[in-house]
């Protein structure tokens, strides 16, 4: 069992940036890849980002490739996303997700979720 809390999310005009946390805990975390998902208002779950176990590998939704950045520091036990220049179509709640080995970008094939943080943005 891995648990998951996030934290970061709020209330950010258009153009500026947050940073979103997940923490871990219970079993080992190195061995897994990780991934931040959204879910708007009325719209289903939607990939965003994933990184390897090692990090050396990411992979990004096209809506947010060059805005955003995933990293994660395996000795913390933690995985961030660096959200900049957001626009109000970020808005949503945030999960972060973790599998040991997913499809990265369908949710249903990760096994462990958050409880997800608001990030809302407005114009």
């Known amino acids: 069992q891995v648990q998951l809390v996030e934290s970061g999310g709020g209330l950010v005009q258009a153009g500026g940036s947050l940073r979103l946390s997940c923490a871990a805990s219970?079993?080992?975390?190195?061995?897994?890849?990780m991934g931040w998902f959204r879910q708007g208002p009325g719209k289903e779950r939607a990939f965003v980002a994933a990184?390897?176990?090692?990090?050396?590998?990411?992979f990004y939704a096209n809506s947010v490739k060059g805005r955003f950045t995933i990293s994660r520091d395996n000795a913390k036990m933690t995985v961030s996303l660096q959200m900049n220049s957001l626009k109000p179509e970020d808005t949503a709640v945030y999960y972060c997700?973790?599998?040991?080995?997913?499809?990265?970008?369908?949710?249903?094939?990760?096994?462990?979720w958050g409880q997800g943080t608001q990030v809302t943005v407005s114009s």
């Open positions: 990184i390897s176990w090692s990090g050396s590998f990411t």
């Open positions: 219970g079993r080992s975390f190195s061995g897994y890849t």
């Open positions: 997700a973790a599998d040991l080995s997913p499809t990265w970008a369908v949710a249903a094939t990760y096994d462990f």
